[in-house]
């Protein structure tokens, strides 16, 4: 297996591993005994995994625990943590959003369950409609200069948006946001190709993407429908219907051919895809076994060619008409 590689978080001298590990839906809830979790960030770590991406809302802050926790056998100063907050995190009206209120208590939270004095990187987990985006940015910029955070970023955020966060840094001598964590997958592909990568790039921010394999869809194990005992046969809202649309499985499906034709997991390629993006500094995988990071972590010895990524696209059809996404060559990449 390749070693791990390392890229700079967008314009910070800070560097996160091209792989990542997440907690959503798994750890700290019902999906994860501890000593699982444990296991999983314990082989993501030795492998070269130095970045943990975890939320408030994850667990309704379980998991923040679960991974503070986990994380004390190692040396802090040489992970990178992140939590986000915006969505509700009880019935009271100020325990949500992206208000001065919220944003101070729910830092202050967060840290008291990870067990740490600082976290490495804040995201606004949304954006949000009913505070000032100037209110957001200087309460981020208190946090960073009383150290408790070093660096802040957006979470699906629009590209206009993003732009007002610039701009209001800039206004108050601020620190402005250094990395958008956006949905990024072969499949879904419109939040990151366009407008939001053109302005990330104006501003040399960096991206960390989630979902990188489609909620499980690109790891193959839906080609032939959605097993009855599988976490996605619970699932009956429309949303998820579309994530698990026919066209999507027959994508799927034929991805999985051409992955098996060049001797790659589909996982792999998937997750080699994404990393793939010259904007896209670390993919953030999740893991309910040690084994699927070992498998994750097979997407280092992925070559991308030109031929293998024109087959893609021919079976994707999906790509934005002002889509900046550029292929780089082996070369290339090996040199981030």
């Not at 804040?122 to 910029?141: G, I, K, M, P």
């Not at 893991?287 to 280092?300: F, G, I, Q, W, Y």
């Not at 994707?316 to 008409?321: A, D, K």
Request: with cysteine; hydrophobic share 40%.
């Amino acid at each position: 297996m390749a070693d791990m590689e390392y890229r700079r978080l967008g314009p910070s001298g800070m560097k996160v591993s091209a792989i990542s590990i997440g907690a959503w839906l798994t750890y700290g809830s019902d999906t994860v005994e501890f000593e699982t979790a444990k296991d999983c960030i314990r082989v993501a770590i030795e492998n070269g995994i130095n970045f943990i991406d975890v939320a408030d809302a994850y667990a309704r802050g379980e998991a923040e625990k679960v991974v503070g926790q986990i994380v004390k056998d190692y040396d802090r100063s040489k992970l990178v943590i992140s939590t986000k907050a915006y969505w509700p995190m009880s019935d009271d009206v100020n325990d949500r959003g992206l208000s001065r209120k919220h944003i101070m208590e729910s830092v202050e939270k967060s840290l008291k369950r990870f067990d740490m004095d600082y976290l490495d990187i804040f995201f606004c987990h949304r954006y949000d409609e009913n505070t000032l985006t100037e209110e957001t940015v200087r309460a981020l910029d208190d946090l960073i200069r009383q150290g408790k955070i070093l660096y802040w970023g957006t979470s699906m955020w629009q590209a206009h948006q993003i732009q007002e966060a610039i701009d209001a840094a800039d206004k108050y001598l601020a620190y402005r946001p250094v990395v958008d964590q956006p949905i990024y997958n072969m499949l879904d592909r419109h939040q990151v190709e366009g407008d939001v990568e053109a302005k990330l790039e104006e501003h040399a921010m960096g991206m960390v993407v989630f979902s990188p394999l489609a909620g499980g869809l690109l790891t193959g194990k839906y080609n032939d429908g959605i097993p009855e005992d599988s976490r996605a046969a619970a699932y009956t809202d429309t949303a998820m219907a579309e994530r698990f649309a026919d066209d999507r499985i027959r994508k799927a499906r034929e991805l999985t051919a051409v992955a098996q034709e060049y001797g790659y997991e589909p996982s792999a390629l998937a997750l080699a895809w994404a990393m793939y993006h010259p904007g896209v500094d670390s993919v953030i995988t999740g893991a309910t076994k040690p084994r699927h990071v070992e498998s994750n972590l097979k997407a280092l010895d992925v070559t991308l060619s030109s031929d293998l990524e024109k087959k893609i696209e021919d079976i994707l059809q999906n790509r934005p008409y002002n889509s900046h996404r550029a292929v780089m060559t082996p070369d290339e990449f090996e040199a981030i």
